[in-house]
C-alpha cells in the first residue's frame, strides 16, 4: 500500500513502482515520469500509470486538436476530449508540443513526461472491441507505474487477445500514416 501523507514519491523514467499485493488501496498524489523524443508533428501513445490524469495537463503544450483515442469498428483515431483523464488501460494518441523540434536528434527532443495522481495498482480491465467492422485492433497501455510481465499478461487473457503485439517507437523514420499529406 502506498500512502503519501505529505512530500513526494517520484518514479523516475525507466524506474518502477512495482506493488506485490494487489488488493492495497493507494492513497496520495504520486509523480511518474516518462522520457520520450518526439519530434514537430510526432504521436506517442501514452497510457496513464495513476488516476485523475486529465489529458491536457500531461501535455499542455499540444494543441487541443492532437489528442485521439483509436475506434476499432472503422480503424481510425478520433479526437479525445482534451479536458478528460486517462482512462486505465486506455491507450490515446498524443501528438507532440507545438514547440517541439524538427529533429528527434535535437536535444531538445528528450523530454521527460509527467503524470500525477494516484498510482494504479490491483487487476485493471479493459473492454476489447471486435467488430464485424473493424480488424479488433486496440490501442491499449500499461496502466501500472512499473513493467509487465508479457507471457503472463498473454498467459491470462489469452481467450482474448493473439500473442502478436505492437510496440512503438519514435526512434525510426516515419512510415506513412493514416490521414497523412
Known amino acids: 500500500e502506498v500512502e503519501v501523507q505529505s512530500g513526494n514519491i517520484i518514479v523516475e523514467s525507466d524506474g518502477n513502482l512495482y506493488q506485490i499485493n494487489e488488493n492495497a488501496v493507494n492513497t496520495g498524489v504520486i509523480t511518474?515520469?516518462?522520457?520520450?523524443?518526439?519530434?514537430?508533428?510526432d504521436y506517442n501513445y501514452w497510457a496513464s500509470p495513476v488516476s485523475n490524469q486529465?489529458?491536457?495537463s500531461f501535455s499542455s503544450g499540444t494543441v487541443d486538436s492532437g489528442f485521439y483515442t483509436y475506434n476499432e469498428p472503422t480503424d481510425t483515431f478520433l479526437k479525445a476530449m482534451t479536458m478528460n483523464n486517462f482512462i486505465a488501460?486506455?491507450?490515446y494518441a498524443i501528438r507532440a508540443s507545438a514547440s517541439a523540434p524538427v529533429s528527434v536528434t535535437d536535444p531538445l527532443a528528450s523530454k521527460d513526461f509527467v503524470f500525477k495522481g494516484v498510482p494504479n495498482n490491483g487487476i485493471i480491465s479493459i473492454d476489447l472491441a471486435r467488430s464485424s467492422t473493424g480488424n479488433g485492433y486496440n490501442l491499449v497501455g500499461n496502466p501500472y507505474p512499473s513493467n509487465l510481465d508479457l507471457n503472463q499478461l498473454?498467459?491470462?487473457?489469452?481467450?482474448e487477445i493473439t500473442g502478436t503485439y505492437y510496440f512503438w517507437t519514435n526512434i525510426n523514420p516515419n512510415p506513412a500514416m493514416q490521414g497523412a499529406n
Not at 154 to 159: G, R
Open 32 to 41: 511518474v515520469k516518462r522520457n520520450a523524443k518526439l519530434k514537430l508533428k
Open 154 to 159: 498473454y498467459s491470462d487473457n489469452a481467450a
Open 54 to 56: 486529465q489529458l491536457k
Open 89 to 91: 488501460g486506455k491507450g
